[in-house]
């Protein structure tokens, strides 16, 4: 190899080193610009899904009840931002001080068809809300089927109420366009003792589908200490009887279900959050429960793998932590304003908002990776003292 062609091998390989030192500049500075745009386009896309949803609370005022639309903002505070007439009355339980439905999901937002559901329970009816943002717009106004109605259960076409007096009863209805037909072959007396006292007590709390849609759940509190299934047939009909699961001194009251479908139940008696796998034929299987350590654990919700009970009687949320087996991990308590009944995480399980019926109120909380929550405000629900009722778009 002779001088030259060293040379000119020793002028490229420092070209291509300069050229590497210069790609390697221009990519650490495309880098630094690009992070702060990154970092802005995903604050915009924060921003953006917050202004999309919307809290709607339920006043239960026996005046004349009140759905009070608030938005949310990108921290999570809320904003009222209307007031609207359900059509009908609130009532209230005998016995009751805070929770004067006493019972879970009485509003409940219908995503598929952004349609929200209102109970009536002084009317014995059912409103039927459009949701248009934080927006609502009054579709239908229509008769319980029983007295009383407390909760709603939605799935696909199929909305489900829940009446707590004259015994108890389910009551079926197809969705139609933008209402409701009441099925009068879906109808479901649950046989609890009228007369028994206390009515908040002894009145059945709560009505969901199971995550797959194929059979009801209900339960009965002290009136029965059951939970009731009736699995649904091939024409949606409810069985003509329950497959009840007797859980004695317990008073199931609120529920919800796992990641994997599971049924997690409030236990008012032990104060306690109990887990079940529910099987195709109805029947329960226990897989254990954990104590809250606090008083009238009644309310349940759940975003993600993390479980919030509400503790009426301490001001408390209970925080769990569920495994994949079923198993609950206890994650320590938070404090509320007095009188802790339902609550509704956000859809992005950011933030969950708790209703406390002593004063209305609505108290707003962070929620962290780890199942924790931070309080970040509340807000005072006009009209609201001992009202239930609370969904999240």
Not at 251 to 265: E, I, K, Q, S, Y
Not at 306 to 315: F, I, M, R, T, V
């Amino acid at each position: 190899m002779n001088s030259s062609t060293r040379s000119t091998r020793s002028t490229r390989s420092k070209r291509t080193a300069r050229l590497a030192a210069v790609g390697a500049v221009m990519a650490a500075a495309t880098a630094l610009l690009a992070a702060p745009a990154q970092a802005a386009t995903a604050a915009h896309a924060t921003a953006a899904r917050a202004a999309d949803s919307a809290v709607f609370v339920q006043s239960n005022n026996v005046n004349g009840n009140t759905v009070v639309a608030y938005d949310r903002a990108a921290d999570g505070r809320l904003t009222q931002a209307g007031v609207y007439r359900t059509g009908g009355l609130g009532g209230v339980l005998a016995g009751s001080a805070v929770d004067h439905l006493a019972s879970e999901h009485s509003l409940t937002y219908d995503p598929a068809h952004h349609l929200l559901y209102a109970v009536n329970a002084g009317s014995n009816t059912v409103t039927v809300f459009q949701v248009c943002g934080d927006q609502l717009v009054r579709l239908q106004v229509i008769g319980s089927g029983g007295e009383f109605p407390v909760s709603i259960a939605v799935h696909g076409n199929l909305v489900y109420v829940l009446n707590a007096l004259d015994g108890g009863s389910i009551q079926g209805f197809e969705r139609t366009g933008r209402g409701l037909v009441r099925v009068a072959s879906w109808h479901r007396a649950l046989g609890l003792d009228p007369a028994a006292t206390p009515q908040f007590t002894h009145t059945p709390g709560q009505v969901s589908f199971t995550p797959d849609g194929s059979a009801l759940v209900v339960t009965t509190k002290a009136g029965a200490n059951s939970i009731d299934v009736f699995p649904l047939g091939r024409h949606q009909a409810p069985s003509a009887a329950p497959v009840t699961d007797v859980e004695a001194g317990t008073v199931p009251f609120g529920f919800t279900f796992d990641r994997a479908g599971r049924l997690v139940v409030t236990q008012a008696g032990p104060n306690a959050v109990a887990t079940f796998t529910v099987h195709r034929n109805g029947t329960l299987t226990p897989l254990g429960s954990v104590p809250t350590g606090q008083s009238a654990t009644c309310w349940i919700t759940r975003t993600g793998n993390h479980l919030y009970a509400s503790n009426a009687g301490s001001g408390t949320v209970s925080g769990f932590r569920s495994g994949p087996g079923g198993e609950l991990t206890a994650l320590g308590n938070t404090a509320t304003n007095a009188g802790t009944v339902d609550a509704a995480a956000s859809a992005d399980g950011r933030n969950l908002y708790v209703q406390t019926g002593a004063a209305g109120i609505v108290d707003e909380f962070r929620v962290h990776h780890n199942g924790s929550l931070t309080a970040i405000g509340s807000v005072t629900v006009p009209g609201a003292v001992g009202g239930e009722g609370i969904a999240t778009t």
